[in-house]
């Protein structure tokens, strides 16, 4: 049995233990703590809120604040719309600064809140972040801006996706502020901060205008936590003859004091720290359309406040992780798709572990919410204690939100943009892995790049029976030249649209709340999200990049080595969706010549196309500042940009999905995980400063029990060792994944990973859960 050594952290309580001396049956669901079933998104709303449980799933899914204090969503968004469109800013009479702080003061004046008995955090009018009230404002004002500085830009983009070359756009979904910085200056603080930068330019009279509306939303959350308070008291005190029924007003009586302990100074208290993060959450995200794309390392960020609290007698274990369960279920009740990340771990100066005992109670009261999302990523070091490894694992078999990273490997690929050995220390790891130099750096996700699409264009003009290109490509390597001269002509064209689309990003969406809570924003006196960092990274993605390494096999194979089909014949065969070619297309879909098996042949290409990719990108100047990178992640793309793909050689249908990430092709790892991740490892950290992802499938019986464990956590040193920086990680069989198509009310809350994110099976389209079925069954039951 593998138990939590109590030497390496000392005081952990017994709950945190792990025992494996049970194996974990495949059919095993993580239930949520009390039995609460995490809200399905066709769930019907419910009539009224009756209990705590009902009010923390549905806070974020309808309008729960009290409408006496303001405005609905719809009545917000028609607000801000007006102010747009009696703003001088088309006029040049007046500075979109200064319109979009008037906004911001409207949102936060006029946005109705409430509080309520079952939770210690507030809630908002304004709760649906698909329909965010500046949306209605955004897009437009987006257009107007593009409009004003590149009249043509628009067109050219659009061309670029209906090619399937590239998608370009503007990204507000990634900042995160100087966590450590402004925990220690508290909202007033932040204010006196603005308010010392007295120049009447149109920033610092955005920022002090937003630090202001910032300590008023304090003020109106105060009072009407207060008015809650007292109606609460009354009523329990009418229906219990005198009798105050005790805990009625627990949560209250605890918000109130905190936020009154917010409006005048730094947080004091751990539950002060998760006050002050919401409420920046809160004027960040839903009202300012940024998205907080982490909450920092929370268990190095607050240990500091938890220990003070235990000293203090302010706080119990117990109290500590009620108060985080019902934070955590906030960003479970608003259910973003792609998780609200924060991170555990790190490595301190002297070269020691950052995690403390903190650390596991904080991945104890994750395991037993058993939510999808908020996310978790776990730095992972030589240094990282054994009982972090053993819960950590123990967790992602059971679907845990879990995504471990390598610490090492992440700093080696921050080097070829400069950054140096300390600040790679202390890497901010945000958004779904990606991370950034500590307060100094931020960087947008704007553009995919669809690396099948050249060899799709060359076989396009080989079905037409162009004499020009057909004896232009008279061996594998000339195919491959053109292949990358088309492939750098579209990353040139993108790197320069994307250069243009980024020029004027304060101009279209002022970041306010950021700017407030970054001091080198404020001293340069520019916008944080555009301007502020010392490094402003842009990415561009790779979208597909197995689908295109199997294609260029599939040619070598079957064209140049077998002479089975010529260019011009499998052209036409393509364009008529493989019809008639049934025989062909299994052949070239099912050749062993695939990259992720360990096939040297496959592993020598797919090294050269991702680093012929990267290299013509990463380092580059954008037009913020700073240069490009890479990312070897791309979200949801593979779905869409696929679905609207032609065939390709390597067997896939008109239609069907790209590969996804970095992770091989479905039907591709016939030699099973290891032979995947020894092909994974042909490709450099170094390719994609910010974040890459490898999708792992694992089968249940591999990692059961003490043994299967330490099996599990060998296979993953050897993928850091290797290179890997992240590894996204889902343990589930074939078996349960098709009774849960069959009766998905049974797997309410069976969990896979999707790319940095968890979702519920139930939630994914029957195409892609067809696609983790088969990715599962190649890969078999072995490590």
Known sequence: MIMIAAMTLPCLLAAATLSTGVEIPDEGVPTCEGGMQYTTRTEKRPAAITNESMYLKWKWRMNLANPKTGLNNAALRAGVTKIAEESGWKDGKEDWYDVAARCFDFLVDNVAIGFSEYDGFPAISAWDRHSRP????????????????????????????????????????????????????????????????????????????????????????????KKTRAEIAESVTKTSAGETKPGRTYWLDKEIASLERLRVGPPLTAFDVMEFTMVYFILSEPLNYFQVRTFDNIDVRWWPYYQADLAAGRTTDAEFREDFRHFIWQFGSIDNYWGHPMYLGGTNKDGTSAYNPLSLIILDVVEKTALPTPKFQLKMAKNTPDEIWWKALDMLRKHAPLCLMSEENMARSMKPVGITDEE?????????????????????????????????????????????????????????AEYFRLLHANTDRAVELVRENERHLAEVNPSLMLSLGLGSALEKGVDAFSLGYKYNFTTISECGFATAVDSLLAIKEFVYDKKLVTLQELGKILAENWEGHDELRLRM????????????????LAKEVIEGYTSHIVGKPNGRGGVFVCYGLHSRAFISSGTRAGATPDGRKKGDHFSKNMAPSVGAETEGITGSINSYAVIAPENFPCGSIFDVMIHPSSVAGDKGLRAFRILVER???????????????????RNAQAHPEKYENLQVRVAGWNIRWNDIPRKEQDEFIARIETVGGGL
């Open 134 to 225: 500046m949306s209605a404002v955004l897009w437009k004002h987006a257009a107007d801006v593009d409009a004003k500085y590149s009249p043509d830009l628009h067109d050219k983009i659009v061309q670029m996706d209906r090619e399937g070359r590239a998608t370009i756009g503007k990204d507000f979904d990634h900042s995160a502020p100087d966590w450590e910085d402004i925990l220690k200056l508290g909202f007033p603080g932040m204010k006196a901060r603005a308010d010392s930068y007295t120049d009447d330019t149109p920033f610092y009279r955005a920022e002090r205008c937003a630090a202001a509306a910032m300590m008023r939303f304090l003020d109106r959350l105060i009072a009407e936590a």
């Open 424 to 480: 790679c220390r202390d890497l901010l790891v945000w958004g779904c892995f990606e991370y950034l130099p500590r307060a100094k750096g931020n960087c947008t996700s704007a553009s995919r790049v669809m690396l099948p699409q050249p060899i799709v264009e060359i076989l396009e003009e080989c079905k037409a029976e162009s004499a020009a290109i057909n004896s232009k490509l008279q061996t594998f390597d000339s195919f491959k």
């Open 589 to 604: 879909k099912n050749s062993k010549l695939k990259w992720g098996c360990g096939n040297p042949e496959a592993d020598a």
């Open 719 to 737: 993928f850091f060792a290797g290179g890997g920086v992240a590894m996204n990680i889902n343990v589930v069989s074939p078996e349960t994944l």
